[in-house]
C-alpha cells in the first residue's frame, strides 16, 4: 500500500501547538478531523493508517512546510488532488493549507526519513538594539553551537524524557528587508533549542554572556550569567520553514498561491510580511521546498 505525504502551511497563532491534545485546539488535532472526512483516516487511532507528521512545533510556531503521511489505498493522482482541494475547503479558515504532495513506498516515514529541518526567526530590525545587530558578531558566536553538543541545558523541559544530545549543521544570522534572520539547519532539535540558542545569541552580543558560560554549560557546568539568559525568545517569530527528504513533492499551484495570499493579508507580522516578500522577490524559490 502507497504512503501519500502532505506538504502544509500552518499559522501557529491559531492552535495551541502542533500535537494533538484533550480539550486544546491544536493543528493536528484539526488535520486529522479533516482527514477522517476526506480520507477515512480513523481519528480515534489513525495509527491503524500509519499516520505520523515529521515534527511537533510548540505553541505559537508556525510551519510552511510540515509534513504528514499516512496511507492510502487509491493512487491515482487525479483523485488525489481531488481530495487535497476538498480537504483545504475544510482546513483554509483555520489557517492550514496542503500545498505539495507525494506518493511513496509505505516504509518511508515523515519523521524517521528527513535528512534535515530548516528554522527560521525573523525579526524587524528596527526593534534592535545597536550592540545587538551586527550580524557579523552574531555569527561569530553562532558557531558556539554548530556541531554535536548535549543541549540540555539549552532545552525546555520535554514531558516525554529524551536524549538531548544533537548535530546543529549551521546557523546563520543575515539581514534582509528591514528583517534580521537566524537560519537553522539540524536533522532534529530538542524543544525549545532554537529560541533559546538565540536568546543566548543575544546576550552574548551584548555581552551580558560569555563564550565561558556557553562552554562550561556543555560540561554541565552552569553559571548564574546563563542560567539568567536562558529565556526563549517568542515563538510567533519562528517558522518550521523546510523538511529535506530523499524524494521530491509535486506542488499544487493554486493552494501555494492561497498561501503567499495568507502572508499579503497577514503581512502585519514580521514572519509573514518577510516571506511574502522573499517569494515575491524569487518565485522559483518554492522549488527549493519540493
Not at 528596527?126 to 550592540?131: F, I, M, N, R, T
Not at 533549542?193 to 552552569?222: M, P, W, Y
Amino acid at each position: 500500500m502507497p504512503k501519500l505525504f502532505l506538504r502544509v502551511f500552518y499559522d501557529g497563532s491559531r492552535f495551541y501547538g502542533f500535537q494533538r491534545q484533550p480539550d486544546k485546539e491544536t493543528v493536528e488535532g484539526t488535520l486529522l478531523s479533516a482527514l477522517r472526512e476526506v480520507f477515512s483516516i480513523a481519528i480515534v487511532d489513525p495509527r491503524e493508517a500509519q499516520y505520523a507528521s515529521a515534527s511537533r512545533t510548540d505553541r505559537g510556531v508556525h510551519a510552511l512546510a510540515q509534513t504528514i503521511a499516512f496511507n492510502i489505498e487509491s493512487t491515482s493522482l487525479l483523485e488525489i488532488e481531488e481530495k487535497i482541494g476538498i480537504l483545504n475547503n475544510l482546513l483554509h479558515d483555520n489557517g492550514i493549507i496542503v500545498w505539495a504532495y507525494t506518493l511513496q513506498n509505505a516504509e518511508y516515514h515523515p519523521r524517521h526519513n528527513a535528512l534535515y529541518r530548516e528554522y527560521l526567526y525573523i525579526e524587524r530590525i528596527s526593534g534592535y538594539d545597536e550592540e545587538v545587530i551586527d550580524a557579523k558578531k552574531l555569527n561569530r558566536y553562532a558557531n558556539l553551537f554548530k556541531g554535536l553538543h548535549d543541549f540540555k541545558h539549552f532545552s525546555l523541559k520535554d514531558k516525554v524524557e529524551r536524549k538531548t544530545t544533537r548535530q546543529i549543521y549551521d546557523i546563520v544570522v543575515y539581514e534582509e528587508n528591514g528583517y534580521i534572520v537566524y537560519k537553522f539547519v539540524a536533522r532534529s532539535y530538542t524543544r525549545g533549542l532554537v529560541r533559546i540558542i538565540i536568546s543566548c545569541l543575544k546576550c552574548l552580543s551584548r555581552g551580558t554572556l560569555t563564550i565561558d558560560d556557553v562552554e562550561q554549560a556543555f560540561h554541565d557546568n552552569l553559571t548564574k550569567r546563563l542560567i539568567k539568559a536562558i529565556k526563549p525568545v517568542p515563538s510567533d517569530n519562528l517558522i518550521l520553514y523546510n523538511i529535506a527528504y530523499p524524494f521530491s513533492f509535486k506542488l499544487l499551484r493554486e493552494y501555494w498561491h492561497n498561501i503567499i495570499e495568507y502572508f499579503r493579508i497577514n503581512s502585519d507580522r514580521p514572519v509573514f510580511d518577510y516571506l511574502y516578500r522573499r517569494f515575491r522577490r524569487s518565485p522559483k524559490e518554492v522549488y527549493m521546498l519540493l
